[in-house]
């Protein structure tokens, strides 16, 4: 299938024409790059109660799962996930975007069993070989930590991939995540900071060199305005960050779009879910203004009961924001 939803809302969004249904849905299912074993999420019962970790032939499964609902935009996975997939031929009845992670930054190691990368400045990384790129989309991630040889390092390796995706004809996104050193930058500086180290990227970078949309994590509703209104023709997205609650995950949606974000980017919110294409159908509804967070929170666990599965929470439990950066702009729903 040609006709990707992908390409046709991005071009509509860079063009001014933004409208009701363009919110695009990214499946980040690249976790095996950071966290091995676990990060592949739990298997379930026929009741939906967890039982373990996922083998890979199960985390292959509920890709496929997605796939064929075809409701999200963009796929994302680890290039060699992706080279099975492109393989056995998942995409050709979808009109799905699939896209591989190009680069892992050393502070998503740290979902590693034992492991302490988390406790210096991140530093780029690359595993994916792009004269093997299984997609015609890729990720990049950057950190930045406010230490001027780290960040130097990692501004460095980002122009030498740049340099090798136009060689190798493949266009890429980019992720920036928030400082992982402690103290890196106050807290009331954080989204500032974020937002001008990725305007002063930019700003160095020319249309053939600049990425297709960006990706960052959402540090409150000024930060995410003020990074969408400053240069229209770039999309800025969500990652979605931890694993929550639901009324978590929806709010992100919700709150995102409301100001300025045209896309969510969503691996733990959605790889830990009970059912996942349900939380997907669930996630367009709020992306497209049809209900509102907690009016999702209810009918997804609705859904769940129908289909005789068992929440990992109750549903007053999921209810709840837990997120403190939700806290401040959620529209109170009487449901």
């Known amino acids: ?73 963009i796929m ?4 060699g996930t992706m080279d099975v997939l492109q393989v056995e031929g998942a995409f050709a009845n979808a009109a799905i975007q699939p896209a591989f992670r190009g680069n892992e930054t050393t502070c998503v190691w740290g979902n590693l069993r034992g492991a302490a990368h988390n406790t210096v400045p991140s530093r780029p990384y ?47 996104f980019l992720e920036v ?41 959402y540090n409150g509703p000024e930060a995410m305005a003020e990074l969408a209104a400053h240069d229209p023709s770039m999309v800025v997205g969500v990652l979605g960050g931890a694993g929550a609650t639901h009324r978590d995950t929806f709010e992100l949606v919700a709150q995102s779009e409301r100001h300025g974000a045209r896309l969510a980017l969503f691996g733990r919110k959605i790889n830990q879910a009970e059912h996942q294409t349900t939380l997907i159908a669930w996630m367009r509804r709020v992306a497209d203004g049809d209900v509102r967070p907690a009016e999702a929170v209810h009918g997804y666990h609705g859904d769940l009961a129908q ?18 950066v939700l806290r401040f702009d959620a529209l109170e729903d009487a449901v």
């Open 1 to 73: 299938m040609n006709n990707l939803r992908y390409t046709d809302k991005i071009s509509r969004i860079r063009a001014g024409g933004y409208r009701k249904g363009d919110y695009m849905i990214a499946d980040a299912k690249d976790t095996e790059v950071t966290g091995g074993v676990p990060a592949l999420g739990l298997a379930r019962d026929a009741a939906g109660r967890p039982i373990g970790p996922r083998t890979r032939p199960q985390f292959l499964d509920e890709v496929r799962q997605i796939i064929e609902q075809d409701v999200v935009d």
């Open 76 to 79: 994302l996975t680890a290039a």
């Open 126 to 172: 690359r595993g994916a070989d792009l004269d093997f790129a299984p997609a015609n989309l890729c990720l990049y991630s950057l950190t930045f930590n406010n230490d001027t040889e780290a960040d130097a390092r990692a501004l460095e390796a980002y122009a030498a991939f740049r340099r090798e995706a136009r060689a190798a004809g493949v266009q890429h």
């Open 177 to 217: 995540f928030n400082p992982n050193v402690v103290d890196a930058v106050a807290p009331e500086h954080l989204g500032a900071f974020v937002n001008d180290n990725i305007i002063r990227l930019l700003a160095s970078l020319t249309r053939a060199e600049r990425p297709e949309f960006l990706k960052v994590a």
């Open 307 to 324: 289909a005789g599965l068992t929440p990992d929470r109750a549903l007053e439990e999921d209810l709840a924001i837990t997120a403190d």
